[in-house]
């Protein structure tokens, strides 16, 4: 189990940081093995935040970070890459997280090779990995700058899944791709939760996908976690984002119905 306590972060304002707000403030939340986690709210709540909080690229000011039983919130950069086959994230900006001057195979081979794998069980793995996301072999000679985001998308899951985290953190990770791509690595992502156990902690504004594959939502709102359940308690409860959303999605529907979309 992933387990955050307490989360406690305020980025402050230049030297004294008068008039900084926290941007998390007392969060805990836990997953499990297998579970897939949904993090929902607006623009700015902090979801990205803390998903850096849990994977250790950023330090909270307060609060733990426990994983499998174990205190990681003090480790050190170097210590943390003991942990990468445990817990993964890909970002909300992939191509942020690639080399603009590796192609695309080599930021790949890097991940596998850093996942331990050598020799034919290298190759083996590479190709597992570009079957399992279908990344043609040719896209691999070219760079960041020369394909397009559902793309760049794909190889930073490849490389997050080359380790077989147990846990992933992926931030948006289907805002800027096209349906057929987004079912494609929902798929494989419950794939992996399914035959691996992997935990998933999903953060997205498409409450349509989060409906339809979260055990779990939890709702987020200037920092503060403000409610929790399944989808449907969730999406039942008054809080404005998901009031918001119904409510759009009820316009739009009856947009539909009036231009004759819908019978
Ligand atoms: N490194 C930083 N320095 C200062 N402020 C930051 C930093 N990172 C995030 N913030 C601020 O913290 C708040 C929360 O940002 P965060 O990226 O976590 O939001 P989010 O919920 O992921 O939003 P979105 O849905 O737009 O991705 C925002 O007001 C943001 O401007
Ligand atoms: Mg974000």
Known sequence: MLELQHINITFRKGLIGRGSKPVLEDVSLSISKGELVSIIGFSGSGKTTLARIAVRSINPDKGKIILDGEDISRLGFKEMSRYRSRLQMVFQHPEGALNPEMTLGDSLREAVRKAGYSGKSFEEKLDSLCAELEIKKELLNRYPMQVSGGEIQRIALARALAFDPNYI???????????????????????????????????????????????????????????????????????????????????????????????
């Open 169 to 263: 953190f992926m931030d948006e990770p289907t805002s800027m791709l096209d349906a057929s791509v987004q079912a494609q690595i929902l798929k494989v992502i419950l794939s992996r939760k399914e035959s691996m156990g992997m935990g998933i902690v999903l953060v997205t504004h498409d409450l349509d996908i989060v409906r339809s594959i979260s055990d779990r939502v939890i709702a987020i709102d200037k920092g503060k976690i403000v409610a929790e359940g399944t989808a449907e308690e969730v999406f039942s409860s008054q809080i404005p984002y998901i009031k918001d959303y119904v409510d759009s999605w009820n316009e739009l529907e009856s947009i539909n119905r009036n231009i004759g979309l819908h019978a």
